[in-house]
């Protein structure tokens, strides 16, 4: 028996190839983030405690852009 459900497993496997396909060195909570706000059971239920997932995913994408500007400088 599989420790972790299949669902996990994959969005686990689909967080790693994502920060991968972002050439990123390491998988982070803010991929896994992204991930799972794009798993429609996740945004029914972050929509139930009134999470406005796009707004979520908005500032989000502006704190990473923000933090690889900031590595460049």
Known sequence: MSMLDKDVQTLLS???GF????QHAYV???HLLRL???H????QALAAC??????LNDQR???H???LQSRQS
Do not use: G, H, P
Request: overall charge negative.
């Open 14 to 16: 689909n967080t790693f």
């Open 19 to 22: 920060a991968q396909s972002q």
């Open 28 to 30: 982070t909570l803010e």
């Open 36 to 38: 799972l706000t794009q």
């Open 40 to 43: 429609k059971n996740v945004q």
């Open 50 to 55: 009134l999470v406005d997932v796009q707004k």
């Open 61 to 63: 994408s502006e704190e």
């Open 65 to 67: 852009t923000s933090e």
